[in-house]
């Protein structure tokens, strides 16, 4: 397990409160001063933050990602300009437990309009293999029972909660692959805006609907496009499906763990070719923004096929589509055809 991607266990526990209640109700003239125009500016982590803050801020925020495009945003370092532009901004959303040196940075930052959007949704633990046969396709009632606004999320990760980020059985962090668990986020950072820049909450309030709408129809497609296929079985470099496995009745298979970089074990690999006999998988996908030769490697000695899976970490001109739905399209295409879709 490379260190550097060990994921903290206080990313839940630490999240004691929800985060948008913490937000100060301040007027739009408290929250911007100076600069940008006039826009709420707005620090974003990675890319999925990224994405909802432009969405949800529309025209009113001036959005900057910490994490270039390409960059793998577990292993990220800051520089002290990056640190310092944390401090001036008006609105922080990252997700806790990702990137360790955000976390940190944004904790010394001092800026009260902070959003993790751990605290917006509920972790659940996912291992090498996530099997979401029991769940079925729960769609709005799975979300329900977890609140949509996430205001349970906290009160059920309290302090020594037992979750440990990115170790074999920790909660798993990746809750954007899963279209039903983002839209819960969404909704939180929509509600969050409007309490940090009140003159423009009805906009807010608009853009997070619209954009709620979509995902609502991207999970839709996901869920009629994997109801029928040959197998439920699809194995990954980088255990990063958990969730969305779960929500569509698929079971992933990772050759070595939420770890990307993490070499697997001679007894793992056999064993990843026992599973896709058995189970009639067809082949291994890795990421854009890693290297595919474990994936090679094994897809050779096991005689399957090699394909790319996007964990959305990051988009670059290598990405199959230009923005989070478009790539989540592309992987719904790319998992219909390894699990053979009818």
Not at 47 to 59: D, S, T
Not at 296 to 310: F, H, N, R, Y
Request: proline share 4%.
């Amino acid at each position: 397990m490379n260190v550097r991607r060990l994921i903290p266990a206080t990313a839940v526990a630490g999240a004691v409160a929800l985060g948008l209640t913490a937000l100060s109700a301040c007027s739009t003239s408290d929250a911007v001063d100076g600069g940008d125009g006039g826009k709420l500016k707005v620090t974003a982590s990675f890319y999925p933050m990224q994405f909802l803050a432009e969405r949800i801020g529309g025209e009113h925020v001036a959005v900057t990602s910490l994490t270039k495009p390409g960059v793998e945003p577990h292993d990220l370092e800051l520089t002290p300009r990056q640190i310092g532009s944390i401090s001036e901004s008006d609105y922080v959303l990252y997700l806790k437990g990702i990137q360790p040196a955000v976390d940190d940075a944004i904790k010394q930052s001092g800026v009260k309009n902070t959003v993790d959007a751990a605290t917006l949704t509920t972790l659940e633990n996912h291992g090498s293999e996530v099997s979401g046969h029991d769940h079925g396709h729960e769609g709005e009632e799975h979300a329900d029972e977890h609140g949509h606004e996430g205001e349970e999320a906290h009160e059920e990760h309290s302090e020594g909660d037992g979750h440990n980020h990115g170790e074999e059985g920790g909660a798993d962090p990746h809750i954007w692959l899963d279209p039903v668990k983002y839209a819960e986020v969404a909704k939180g950072v929509g509600k969050s805006l409007e309490k940090a820049d009140p003159d423009h909450a009805a906009d807010y309030e608009k853009n997070t609907e619209t954009l709620v709408a979509e995902l609502d129809k991207l999970n839709t497609a996901y869920e009629s496009g994997l109801r029928n296929t040959a197998t439920k079985t699809f194995i990954t470099t980088h255990s990063a499906f958990g969730y969305l496995a779960e929500r569509y009745g698929l079971t992933q298979q990772g050759i070595a763990g939420i770890d990307p970089e993490a070499e697997p074990s001679p007894a793992r690999i056999q064993e990843i070719h026992t599973i896709a006999e058995k189970e009639k998988a067809t082949t291994v996908f890795f990421e854009t923004l890693a290297s595919d030769r474990t994936a090679k490697t094994l897809a050779k000695d096991t005689g399957l096929k090699t394909g790319v899976l996007d964990p959305l970490e990051g988009i670059t001109d290598k990405s199959r589509g230009a923005d989070y739905i478009e790539v989540m399209e592309s992987n719904l295409t790319a998992l219909q055809k390894a699990l053979g879709a009818k």
